[in-house]
């Protein structure tokens, strides 16, 4: 069984930056960050695999999301900039136990997932 815990949630202005941070209690493969707005299904955001060489973004995010890990802390990191109010959301990480190929954007290609952190956008 493997925990996953996020932090780095908070209100913030149109414009402006936040970073959530992922720990895992033990060794996971590729992870992604989802989010759902309230009244909405949850969606994929960003995703990397094990090594860090492949990344994806949703069309939404991309060019201002950035998705990172270090391995040696089990950590997945999201840095997220010139927010808007439409990311409004509660962010959810996960994280697969089993090895694939690529980064995998459906919510039931993953194993784990944290209890959520809330990002509020204010504009």
């Known amino acids: 069984q493997v925990q996953l815990v996020e932090s780095g949630g908070g209100l913030v202005q149109a414009g402006g930056s936040l970073r959530l941070s992922c720990a895992a209690s033990?060794?996971?493969?590729?992870s992604a960050w989802f989010r759902q707005a309230p009244g909405k299904e949850r969606e994929f955001a960003a995703g990397?695999?094990?090594?860090?060489?492949?990344?994806y973004y949703a069309d939404s995010v991309k060019g201002r999301f950035t998705i990172s890990r270090d391995n040696a802390k089990n950590t997945v990191n999201l840095q997220m900039n010139s927010l808007k109010p439409e990311d409004t959301a509660v962010y959810y990480c996960?994280?697969?136990?089993?090895?694939?190929?690529?980064?995998?954007?459906?919510?039931?290609?993953?194993?784990?997932w944290g209890q959520g952190t809330q990002v509020t956008v204010s504009s």
């Open positions: 996960a994280a697969r136990v089993v090895f694939a190929t690529g980064v995998r954007t459906n919510v039931r290609d993953y194993d784990y």
């Open positions: 990397i695999t094990y090594g860090g060489g492949s990344t």
């Open positions: 033990g060794r996971t493969f590729s």
